[in-house]
């Protein structure tokens, strides 16, 4: 490996590369600005994203049990303390066991509770739709009827001059409602 060196002869470090001040954070926010500013000096470089830690497991309960305490009164003074560690670390286990039972049961009933607020959801969306429907069936059958009666006014009509009706058709253009109103509250 070549050592490079600088104009003055210094070992270690490239050349175009300026030191940088060493300053020393003073609160958390200062030096989470620090940690960003680092980060944000070579944008192209991935930043370290670290793994979740790993859920604590008890250790499993042993399958062979060779030292077992009986309840003769010849138990020596230390017996107490391996007693003591080893119902400590049951407790534990057990412990464990119930709150991941406990999470599992949360687990289940949050997505029940996702399902039936999506179902609700699904059933008030098909209510609407089925709404929409009935009205623009409505309005069609209205247009429908109105164009029937047009047209049975039409063939008596066609005797008529033209002149009147130009007028009628001005007449209800007239007649008919503006969509809004100006002014009005």
Known sequence: MAVIKEKDGRPGKQPGKESQPLIIAKTPAEEQRLKLERLMRNPDKPAPIPDRPKEWNPRAPPEFVRDVMGSSAGAGSGEFHVYRHLRRREYQRQDFLDKMTEKQKMDLDYLDKVSDNQQAADERT????????????????????????????????????????????????????????????
């Open 126 to 185: 098909a209510k609407r739709r089925k709404k929409r429907e009935k009205l623009k069936q409505k309005k069609l059958m209205a247009k429908k009827a109105k164009q029937d009666a047009n047209k049975g006014e039409d063939s008596e009509k066609s005797s008529s001059s033209s002149e009147e009706d130009d007028q009628e058709r001005e007449a209800e253009d007239d007649a008919e409602a503006p969509s809004f109103v100006m002014g009005k509250r």
